[in-house]
Every structure is written in C-alpha cells, then in structure tokens.
C-alpha cells in the first residue's frame, strides 16, 4: 500500500507540477504554439486522473483481499469499477497515440504514449479476467446464502 500511495504522489506532482511546468519551458523558449501546450497539459493532465482513479480502486480491491473480503458484493463493485477504469484509460491511451500519430513529426513521442496505452491495455485485459472470476463467485457465494 506504500508504494501505491508514493506512485499516487509522483503521478500528482507530474500532473500538477512536472508536465505543465516542461510546456511553460517551452513557451519561454518558443517551442510549439500556446494552443498545442494546453491541449497537451489538458491530455496528459487527464489520462494521469484515469491512473489516478485506476489507483485508489486497486487499494481498494487489495484492502478488500487483505480482509479476505474481495469475494462479496462490495469487492465485485470495486472490482468492475477498477476494470472500467483501466478499459476507459485504454480507450483514452488509444485516442492519444492516435492523436499524437497525427500530429508528430518525431516518432519518439508516439512510440512513448503507444507503449504506455499497451501497456494499460494489458492490464486492462488481466482486470477485466479478475473481474470475471470475482464476478462468477460472488455469484456462487450469493447462491449458497
């Protein structure tokens, strides 16, 4: 739980300091148009909220393992809610390599975002197979009571 809430803190200072403050670097050097920096700001600024959420639902889904509580209503609700999360930054990753394939002319940027959207993707995948097997028994164990 320590290291999820220290990866919580670096994601919100890159969010909030570190990303805004490398496109005002680039507006005093003249780098870009202004409009480009804060779609920019705006894109990364939303896919680290989807990492956010992703986050505070998965110490959610381990407290719950942890009480061995996780097969019950309460842990098929955190765990569809973090397997939506991880499908929705996935979609929105998809979106910004497809944005950012558009609009680069270096490819570096666009090989960074589409391996960080596989990567999301593949996490996405593994969740939405836990969501399943959760779901599928916490619906044996509502069938027992």
């Known amino acids: 739980m320590l290291s999820m809430a220290a990866f919580f803190a670096i994601i919100t200072m890159l969010q909030i ?3 805004p403050g490398q496109f005002a670097y680039e507006a005093r050097s003249g780098q870009g148009t202004q409009l480009a920096r804060w779609v920019l700001t705006f894109i990364v600024g939303v896919w680290f909220l989807f990492a956010q959420i992703s986050l505070i639902a998965l110490s959610r889904v381990i407290t719950l393992i942890y009480r061995g509580q996780l097969i019950s209503s309460n842990g098929k609700r955190w765990m569809d809610f973090l397997a939506r999360s991880l499908f929705a930054g996935t979609l929105y990753g998809v979106g910004v390599t497809l944005f950012a394939a558009i609009q680069a002319d270096d490819p570096g ?6 391996t960080i959207t596989l990567f999301t993707a593949t996490i996405s995948v593994v969740g939405f197979f836990f969501r399943l097997q959760i779901n599928s028994s916490t619906e044996k164990e509502i069938e027992k009571s």
Do not use: G, K, M, R
């Not at 940027?109 to 589409?114: L, S, Y």
């Open 17 to 19: 300091l570190s990303f």
């Open 109 to 114: 940027p666009v090989v960074v975002v589409a």
